[in-house]
């Protein structure tokens, strides 16, 4: 199982640039109108300086009288050139901003939705700031580049191959002592490329961890100024903050030096072909009139040449950000979705089964060895055991947030890799031992558990669950912010509001991860017996420290090392002894007074 | 959700200039010197492009015209404008190097300056701050808003380096003629009304997009943050939606602008050129009323498309400005942002084992919201224990969060020793006091750096409280024990061994005062009086003053003294065995477990 994110390393700038064509074909669309625009805004830049100069040199230079008729009409070409470019120019650019701006928009939906389809483990693994990095800044880069970079490229190449064709009409020899004097150029630019590449790789990356360096003391604000650590946080922020900008200014001098090689081969190209025109002039082969041409016919080849490596090299930073974002799409989603080809479990009571199932986690030891389970429907478990068993690895393994290393989880006698998602998240459901909420209303949250609830369907769901106080406790009711995380609202009350949003999903399964661990007894023992009532119909699975639950359920799965050591109803392990008979007896001993 | 949205957007054009050049004028006060090495690569480089022309001037008329006349190579000539034409080549290729590093490096300094101060100020300002703030958007602040508002300095020294290209350009205009130098310098209001037209239409636009960039990375955030959740309840696709609404928000303002910004482009370019039409327009007439040279028409409208360029590239710039306005405004409200913490100057010596917590009055109520606390008080001798005793919300955590002072009271003062916490040097607190809180947070580190954060601790000691906490077992079957790193927020440990970490960082402390908010659910509860006996020290020598917020009996039963908390009040203190007798609220509360008789529901409310 692979629990990082595809760098994309392995992917050239061709292939990244094909590729994230491919994610985005808004880009596409209406390309060779935009193409044909840039044409001719690019005809009209060259025709309006030779129609410009054409007036002046002709017109008035003309043998003492102005020319008018002539420039009446050159000043008319060349007027109308402008205007034709301008407007040229602005289609062109607006359909780029269109194109780009929506395939990019598509490009980062399509990431974001691949985050959530990727398993648990590679979520968790990778930083959240890095997350955000990529369906952020990372595609920002793409659009200036795609904008102002990627047309200006094709375009050079064309003017290059323009010059070319017009220099070669002029002297085959001399174009060909250009083309020698830009060689080296054109072949370091390889060189330069994948240099600049691997910088801007660093860059973005960098952009990542900084982002995640930032966002850490924000989230855990409150431990930062408890154990006043703000001095070693902001050092730990400051050195991702400084290699940031060394990786940054590493890579703008990689590009500053690359460009400025194209001046130098300019300065080579112009000296060659002064010097080589000299010689073929002594040998008659070319006038000095021509050499002066040719050297005049050399800039409008240097500037497209110049203008084509600056944004080779710009590019680099962008094709870094495509990269990094193609990169997401690219990392495979191990828990695959089944998806229509899949088996629909059927409404009703799940029956649990476990066949010889072990995990382990990336690069660990198994946490889980060979795990038989057979529960039947309408049984309510409870599954005990010390911290770090694996009780929460085994609550994931039945809801298919991770799947075993070996060994099935079934449902009803259904593999659950063969279950569709919408099926199973339909059936089964799971409160996390974490309640996180939205930053939102408690109704908004509410909601996530059923999307057309009424009102009326939370007040009812909280009523069942003998939370109907507590709702009315609130000032604003349902309208109740919750706060980023859900931190507005007390632990104890951000487990009740998840406990609702899981009632009102109606799951036939409900997993529950010490869904009421930070509730106060009073209110658990209430909540537990509404549980009770509740769960008639369905299968429950509760994870709990406080046995109360464990008395209660109808059987009772002991957890210990990673092995399922022993099950029953309460009172029969509690003869037994055992693991249970101790975690029982430590928990009458904290419950009595010492 | 967006609770810090701009109310700047209808700022005015000229004011968008301003504020732009403005905003520069910080950037180079800041980094005076490397702005001036890429200003002067960037004159280099104008300086060369010139001497370019004069070195094929040089050459046609030393040595190819010549060679052509004489039919003779001479060698030396042929040298000479190799060493010339390299010679400038190289040095202009030096110029461009100096500019654009320098512009680079100068970027880079910059974004580093602010995005410190901005995370500086993070640090400093207070939790009812960050409570209003989501953490994607003060992401966005610190990345994409100082981004943008450093991004004119780019193209800033070659804007810079060509203006004196200009001045040049224009003064010989003067020279030349003047009236047709008139109708050419034209050109100058034309692209400033241009350019104001464009900052009026622009700055709203960039001042959504940067909010709206905020925003998606505000919902990324958030949601990635509660992945699982989403997963669960299988709603991926909302979220999708979501997020896309934002996307797409943000796509059309971006379309928006760069429509306008397709539009100003060409006009910059095309205006130099119109200049150039009336120049000819003019000069024309005047050379046929015999006022002007042919030649001066020709001077004139070729000094005007050289500078052309310079135009563009100031063009460059200001169009730079919208964005960057709106991102230094963005980012100055955060640095803007008051509300830290005052602190005094007291430093209390570490003296006797326990500190003595004084809680004198106390009221507390969040911004919006209804009184929580009102007159609590009570006191925790040194060396004693107390229990916290509460229902669910009745603001058990809120007190903990007063105590070790994140927030401050609206009313009345908690004392440790006998001084006022806000009294206290910054820091002081935390030498003499740790909180163990809720829900354990636990940084991107090790599990050494999680414990000592960054205090010079011992791994004997580390070891130690690790083995208190009851924490050792599994760090020491860790792939690399204390040197292995735990992921974001350790999500590679299970939630009680996150909680024993997060023990074990306070144990490590020796605290005179620990506060432990219900921090020991997934603690066994032996290992809970070993920790509670440990800093209690032994018996005829005082230990650590100890406050915990609990609701299992054994471990209130190690209390000397019990506070009950009920409706934001102090209902009942005294010791546990008073409480049960006197409180039947406190009774019920602690003994659900106990008993499970329907009926004694009813007897008392929460
Ligand atoms: N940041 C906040 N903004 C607004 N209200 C808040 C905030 N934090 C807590 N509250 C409210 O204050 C009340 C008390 O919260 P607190 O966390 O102190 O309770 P508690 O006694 O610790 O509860 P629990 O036992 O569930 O942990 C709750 O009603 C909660 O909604
Ligand atoms: N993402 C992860 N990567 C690596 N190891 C993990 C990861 N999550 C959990 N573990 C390890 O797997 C083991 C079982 O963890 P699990 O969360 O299932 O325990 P648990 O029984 O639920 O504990 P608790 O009662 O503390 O919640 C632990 O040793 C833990 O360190
Ligand atoms: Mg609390």
Redesign the pocket.
């Known amino acids: 199982m692979s629990t990082t994110l595809d760098t994309g390393e392995e992917i050239g700038a061709w292939q990244t640039i094909r590729r994230g064509i491919e994610f985005s074909p808004e880009l596409r669309e209406g390309i060779g109108g935009t193409f044909a625009f840039a044409v001719l805004s690019t005809l009209g830049r060259v025709v309006v300086p030779i129609a410009v100069q054409q007036t002046l040199d002709r017109g008035l230079g003309a043998a003492g009288e102005p020319d008018l008729s002539f420039m009446g009409w050159m000043a008319t070409l060349a007027g109308a050139a402008i205007l034709v470019t301008a407007v040229a120019s602005y289609f062109m650019t607006a359909r780029l901003f269109t194109a780009a701006e929506r395939g990019l928009a598509t490009l980062r939906i399509k990431a974001f939705r691949h985050v959530h389809d990727l398993p648990l483990?590679t979520q968790?693994t990778e930083r959240r700031g890095a997350l955000v990095s990529r369906v952020t800044s990372d595609v920002d880069q793409v659009s200036q580049f795609l904008i102002f970079g990627g047309l200006i490229a094709v375009v050079s190449v064309g003017q290059i191959a323009i010059a070319t064709v017009v220099m070669l009409f002029y002297s085959w020899q001399l174009t060909l002592v250009v083309w020698i004097c830009f060689l080296p150029l054109f072949l370091s630019l390889r060189y330069f490329q994948r240099k600049l590449s691997a910088a801007y790789g660093i860059v973005r990356q960098q952009v990542g961890v900084m982002l995640s360096a930032i966002s850490e003391p924000v989230v855990g604000a409150a431990t930062v100024r408890s154990y006043a650590i703000e001095d070693r946080t902001q050092e730990r922020i400051d050195g991702a903050i400084d290699r940031y900008k060394q990786a940054s200014t590493k890579a703008q001098g990689l590009t500053a030096f690359s460009f400025s090689l194209g001046g130098v081969s300019a300065g080579l190209a112009n000296a060659g072909v002064l010097i080589f025109g000299v010689l073929l002039g002594v040998d008659g082969t070319i006038t000095a009139g021509e050499v002066l041409a040719f050297a005049f016919l050399v800039t409008l080849f240097v500037g497209p040449v110049q203008m084509g490596t600056q944004v080779l090299t710009d590019a680099q930073n962008a094709i870094a950000g495509w990269r990094r974002v193609i990169g997401i799409l690219d990392t495979p989603a191990d828990v695959v979705d089944p998806g229509a080809a899949g088996e629909v479990l059927p409404k009703g009571a799940v029956a649990i089964r476990f066949e010889d199932v072990t995990f382990a986690?990336p690069g660990?030891r198994p946490?889980l060895h060979d795990v038989d389970l057979d529960i039947a429907p309408n049984t309510r478990v409870a599954v005990v055991?010390?911290?770090?068993?694996?009780?929460?690895?085994?609550a994931k393994l039945l809801t298919r947030l991770m799947d075993p290393t070996s060994g099935v989880v079934r449902l009803d006698g259904v593999d659950l890799r063969t279950v569709p998602f919408s099926s199973l998240r339909d059936r089964v459901v799971m409160v996390p031992?974490e309640g996180f909420l939205f930053d939102s209303t408690l109704r908004a949250n509410a909601l996530y558990g059923k999307l057309d609830a009424t009102d009326e369907d939370i007040v009812a769901a909280a009523t069942e669950l003998g939370l109907a106080d507590w709702l009315d406790t609130l000032p604003r009711g349902l309208d109740t912010p919750v706060g980023q995380r859900g931190e507005s609202l007390s632990a104890g009350e951000r487990q009740l509001a998840a406990l609702i949003r899981a009632h009102l999903a109606d799951p036939d399964l409900l997993v529950l991860?010490?869904a009421t661990s930070a509730v106060d007894p009073a209110l658990e023992m209430r909540i537990g017996r509404a549980l009770e009532r509740l769960t008639r119909g369905r299968t429950s699975v509760t994870?709990a420290?406080r046995m109360s639950t464990a008395e209660n359920a109808d059987e009772v799965v002991v957890?210990d090392k990673g092995r399922i050591v022993q099950r029953g109803p309460h009172a029969a392990l509690l003869v037994e002894g055992g693991v249970y008979g101790r975690l029982h007896a430590s928990w009458i001993a904290q419950q009595s007074l010492l | 959700m967006s609770r810090t949205r701009d109310r700047s957007s209808s700022v005015s054009a000229g004011s968008t200039l301003r504020d732009g050049f403005a905003v520069l004028g910080v950037a180079i006060r800041r980094e005076p010197w490397i702005f001036t090495v890429s200003t002067l690569g960037s004159l280099l480089f104008g300086a060369l492009t010139v001497a370019d022309a004069w070195v094929l001037g040089w050459s046609t008329d030393h040595v190819v015209l010549p060679a052509f006349e004489t039919g003779e190579v001479g060698w030396g000539g042929l040298v000479a404008v190799l060493a010339l034409f390299l010679g400038v080549a190289i040095l202009r290729a030096v110029g461009i190097v100096a500019r654009r590093l320098g512009a680079g490096v100068m970027q880079y300094r910059m974004q580093a300056h602010y995005r410190r101060d901005v995370t500086r100020q993070y640090l400093r300002l207070p939790m009812s701050w960050h409570q209003k703030h989501p953490t994607g958007q003060l992401l966005s602040n610190a990345n994409a808003d100082v981004e943008a508002a450093w991004a004119p300095i780019a193209p800033l020294p070659m804007a810079v380096g060509t203006v004196a290209m200009m001045v040049i350009a224009v003064l010989q205009m003067l020279l030349t003629d003047l009236v047709m130098a008139l109708v050419g310098l034209l050109v100058f209001p034309a692209v400033i009304l241009a350019n104001l037209v464009f900052q009026r239409l622009q700055s709203p636009l960039m001042t959504r997009a940067q909010a709206l960039r905020a925003e998606v990375s505000e919902v990324a955030h958030e949601s990635f943050d509660g992945a699982q959740v989403v997963k669960t309840l299988g709603r991926e696709q909302e979220e999708t939606e979501r997020f896309a609404r934002k996307a797409h928000q943000l796509r059309d303002t971006n379309i928006k602008a760069g429509h306008v910004r397709a539009f100003f482009d060409p006009a910059l370019e095309a205006l130099p050129n119109l200049g150039v039409l009336a120049v000819l327009a003019v000069g024309v007439q005047r050379v046929l009323h015999g006022q002007a040279d042919p030649g001066d028409v020709v001077t004139i409208g070729y000094l005007l498309t050289i500078v052309a360029f310079p135009i563009r590239s100031l063009g460059w710039l200001l169009g730079e400005f919208p964005r960057s306005v709106v991102g230094f405004r963005r980012v100055s409200a955060v640095l803007a942002a008051t509300g830290e913490m005052q602190y005094g100057a007291a430093a209390p010596e570490r003296g006797r084992p326990g500190a003595l917590l004084e809680v004198d009055d106390l009221a507390y109520r969040y911004d919006d919201g209804p009184p929580l606390l009102e007159g609590v008080t009570f006191d925790a001798e040194p060396g004693r224990t107390v229990a916290v005793v509460g229902a669910t919300a009745s603001g058990k955590s809120t007190l903990t969060s007063l105590l070790v002072r994140l927030v401050d009271p609206r009313d009345g003062a908690v004392r440790l020793d006998g001084t006022d916490l806000r009294a206290l040097a910054p820091g002081a607190l935390a030498a003499h006091v740790a909180l163990v809180p809720q829900q354990a947070f636990l940084f991107d580190d090790t599990v050494r750096g999680n414990v000592a954060l960054g205090a010079d601790v011992p791994d004997e000691d580390v070891w130690a409280a690790l083995r208190t906490a009851q924490a050792d077992g599994?760090v020491a079957a860790l792939p690399d024990g204390l040197d292995t790193r735990l992921g974001e927020r350790g999500?590679?440990?299970?939630?009680?061994?996150r909680q024993r970490l997060s023990l074990a960082r306070a144990l490590v402390r020796r605290p005179r005062l620990l506060i432990m908010d219900d921090a020991t659910s997934?603690v066994d509860p032996e290992v809970e009086a070993r920790i509670l006996a440990a800093l209690r020290g032994t018996p005829g020598q005082e230990g650590s003053t100890v406050l915990v917020v609990a609701y299992r009996k054994a471990t209130i039963a190690l209390a000397d003294q019990v506070v009950y908390l009920r409706d934001g009040r102090v209902a009942d203190q005294g010791t546990h065995a008073e409480l049960l007798d006197r409180s039947p609220g406190y009774a019920h509360l602690v003994n659900a477990y106990e008993v499970e008789h329907p009926d004694e529901q009813a007897e008392v409310s929460r």
Not at chain 1, 385 to 394: A, C, I, N, R, V
Not at chain 2, 491 to 497: A, E, F, M, R, V
């Open positions: 483990l968790n986690y660990g946490v055991g010390e911290t770090g068993s694996g009780k929460t690895t085994l031992q991860d010490e994870i420290h957890v | 599994f999500t590679s440990l299970s939630g009680g061994q997934a």
